[in-house]
């Protein structure tokens, strides 16, 4: 493995990207703001995948784009912060993929309702 003048790996991650999504979502709770973009910049790609998994009904809704759809998942998970209970590694996530899942179905349903 190849090595700085520090001896460290030169391939081992930044003090930043250690932070754990537990200890950045208590620094938000706190009022950090970096830390809420932290979060977001780190769940952000995971959730522009989701959209594409969208049936075609939803993610070429002329009234909601697919960033619309991740920018408000962040909004209701942010808001309601209060209510995750973080019991295991990956709640956040799980979190959410409920809150996203939730607003495909609107969506699904409003397009539903919505003539051709």
Same mark, same amino acid.
């Given at each position: 493995m190849?090595?700085? !003048? #520090? &001896?460290?790996?030169r &391939?081992?991650? %930044?003090?930043?990207?250690?932070e #754990? #999504?537990? @200890?950045? =979502?208590? %620094?938000? %709770? $706190?009022? !950090?703001? +970096? $830390? +809420? !973009?932290?979060?977001?910049?780190?769940?952000?790609?995971i959730?522009s995948?989701?959209?594409?998994?969208?049936?075609?009904?939803?993610?070429?809704? $002329?009234?909601? @784009?697919?960033? !619309?759809?991740?920018q408000?998942?962040?909004v *209701?998970? =942010?808001? &309601?912060?209060d209510?995750?209970?973080?019991?295991?590694?990956?709640a956040f996530?799980?979190?959410?993929? #409920?809150?996203?899942?939730? =607003?495909? +179905?609107? =969506?699904? *349903?409003? @397009?539903?309702? +919505?003539?051709?």
């Amino acid at each position: 493995m190849a090595r700085n !003048d #520090t &001896n460290e790996p030169r &391939n081992r991650p %930044r003090e930043s990207e250690l932070e #754990t #999504t537990v @200890s950045l =979502l208590q %620094r938000y %709770r $706190a009022g !950090d703001l +970096r $830390a +809420r !973009d932290r979060l977001i910049e780190r769940y952000r790609p995971i959730l522009s995948r989701w959209v594409l998994s969208c049936p075609p009904r939803v993610r070429h809704d $002329a009234a909601v @784009s697919g960033r !619309d759809l991740v920018q408000e998942t962040f909004v *209701r998970a =942010l808001k &309601n912060l209060d209510e995750l209970e973080l019991r295991r590694e990956g709640a956040f996530l799980a979190w959410l993929r #409920t809150i996203f899942l939730t =607003l495909v +179905r609107q =969506l699904w *349903r409003d @397009s539903e309702r +919505r003539p051709e």
